[in-house]
């Protein structure tokens, strides 16, 4: 779903119209005037932002109609008192001063008009849809007032006046470019000490520069989103200091700064890959993240986080007690933005989702197989041709077999194989996780010894199937950890010959 600041306004306005009388400005229409005309006949009111558009050159500009976007402009307008407080945080004495500096003068002034028209229904809750005067972007968004914010940090006190050549809302704070990273935002915000430390423990907070180096050398900007908890939603689960997240999360014996170290993964979890505003979140999606496991975000209503993790608390909602099976958004403290994306604030304290479903892969789904199948009067199937296969190869066999229905050994479908031999199946993909190894296997009247290898590493020792029953059986080889969704390597290789079967695959996920 697409967030529009109006439409999330508008829902919270129905059902909490008795609670606060929200002020939302009609649409004030002055078509036979243009932006810069506006101002030309408002300069006493906005006197200073008409002497600073007049030094940059912008106030013809603002009479024309823009050659770009959709032929209009958005100024963000700045009351008087917005260059006082602004002219004090910056040592300016005086207007004359400020004025005399052009630098500034031409960036204010082009960095509050954007080169396309937005009236307040269509802020998107994130960044808006055309850059400013300057290319760069800025970002809207909401608090829990209900006040329409501009970077997270300016009001916007009056909206919607439409003009010939664009529209005007008036603000009561000078709009400022973004200068920080990731890091160095939540590192100015003491509410996010906590999170900042583990950033920090765990060695991530070197990734989150501006720029970073690719393996191949090159540097490139560093574009990724957070979804961080303040330190009160942490408190509220106990966590009050680093130590108690160390406590809870890292791996003994290892060091805070290797990625299988299960402190690093919980930071790295809260760090999505890409830039992704409110607005930008849509239906329901993997993201995936810098952690092994990526996170699950439902965006087809509100937007919820890992819905189906084990519920961890309960909320009142209307005076019924809900149990949370999910981790919520604070759509108030969210957007916050950085140099490398957009940073949001959990309601609640992140839980890693690992993978719950089981993966079984049986050969018939080899499509060479099924297409064979389909037509099959005669069981087994022959195949002597590996280059034909897609997702199976072989060797040190002529041919392999394919034992459909009742043929098998206790009437399973399944691959059979005889004498010495190596067989090799790739997996379709798998969700990172940890997971056990099981396949399902059996051997004839002359049992082999085999070894089993995942992804090009052995699991156990040999395994000699001359031991225990006779009949099929899941045989564990072991855990193993995989750090990203994709496919895997399985690979049977005989170290005694003889009769094998194969049923199928499994991955079990496993704590």
């Known amino acids: 779903m697409k967030y529009s600041i109006w439409l999330i306004l508008t829902f919270f306005m129905v059902f909490y119209s008795c609670e606060r009388d929200i002020e939302h400005s009609p649409f004030v229409t002055?078509?036979?005037?243009?932006?810069g005309q506006?101002?030309?006949?408002?300069?006493?009111?906005?006197?200073?932002?008409?002497q600073v558009a007049q030094k940059a050159g912008v106030i013809e500009a603002l009479k024309l109609y823009n050659p770009y976007g959709n032929r209009n402009f958005t100024l963000f307008l700045p009351q008087n008192s917005a260059f006082d407080t602004y002219m004090t945080k910056y040592g300016y004495t005086s207007v004359e001063e400020l004025l005399n500096d052009s630098s500034v003068v031409n960036f204010l002034a082009r960095f509050h008009i954007v080169a396309s028209s937005f009236n307040s229904t269509e802020f998107p809750y994130g960044i808006l849809g055309d850059s400013t005067f300057t290319g760069e972007y800025i970002y809207m968004g909401f608090d829990e007032d209900f006040n329409y914010k501009v970077n997270n940090a300016v009001d916007i006190v009056q909206v919607d006046i439409e003009l010939s050549n664009g529209i005007i809302h008036i603000v009561d704070g000078i709009l400022e470019p973004i200068r920080s990273n990731s890091f160095e935002y939540l590192q100015a915000r003491e509410e996010y000490s906590l999170i900042t430390s583990l950033f920090g423990l765990t060695g991530l907070s070197d990734t989150m520069d501006v720029y970073r180096t690719t393996p191949d050398g090159k540097m490139i900007r560093n574009y990724y989103t957070l979804m961080v908890e303040t330190d009160e939603v942490f408190a509220r689960y106990g966590i009050t200091h680093i130590d108690s997240l160390i406590a809870r999360y890292a791996t003994p014996e290892l060091e805070y700064t290797d990625p299988d170290n299960d402190l690093y993964q919980y930071a790295a979890y809260h760090i999505l890959e890409g830039t992704y505003a409110i607005n930008d979140f849509d239906e329901i999606k993997p993201y995936v993240t810098y952690a092994y496991n990526p996170i699950s975000i439902d965006a087809t209503q509100d937007i919820i986080i890992n819905f189906g993790i084990p519920v961890f608390d309960t909320i009142m909602i209307s005076g019924d007690s809900v149990a949370l099976n999910y981790i919520r958004v604070n759509l108030y403290e969210s957007n916050g933005f950085s140099l490398n994306g957009p940073i949001h604030t959990l309601e609640d304290p992140m839980v890693v989702q690992e993978p719950t479903g089981t993966y079984e892969f049986q050969f018939e789904n080899e499509p060479v197989i099924l297409e064979n199948l389909k037509d099959a009067t005669v069981s087994p199937l022959e195949f002597s041709d590996p280059s034909a296969m897609v997702n199976l190869s072989w060797s040190g066999t002529e041919s392999i077999y394919y034992l459909a229905g009742v043929s098998g050994p206790d009437g399973q479908d399944c691959l059979y194989a005889f004498g010495n031999f190596s067989i090799e199946y790739i997996t379709p993909n798998v969700a990172a996780g940890n997971y056990e190894l099981l396949l399902r296997i059996d051997k004839g009247a002359q049992a082999p010894q085999i070894k089993v290898f995942l992804d090009g590493v052995q699991q156990?020792?040999?395994?000699?199937?001359?031991?225990?029953?006779?009949?099929?059986?899941?045989?564990?080889?072991?855990?193993?950890?995989?750090?990203?969704?994709?496919?895997?390597?399985?690979?049977?290789?005989?170290?005694?010959g003889g009769e094998f079967y194969w049923d199928w695959v499994r991955f079990k996920p496993v704590s």
Request: no cysteine; aromatic share 14%; proline share 2%.
């Open 30 to 35: 002055e078509l036979e005037k243009s932006v």
């Open 38 to 50: 506006y101002l030309e006949e408002n300069k006493e009111t906005y006197s200073i932002f008409y």
């Open 460 to 496: 156990k020792s040999i395994v000699d199937l001359t031991l225990g029953r006779t009949s099929f059986r899941a045989v564990s080889f072991g855990n193993r950890r995989f750090k990203e969704f994709g496919p895997h390597t399985i690979r049977i290789e005989t170290v005694v």
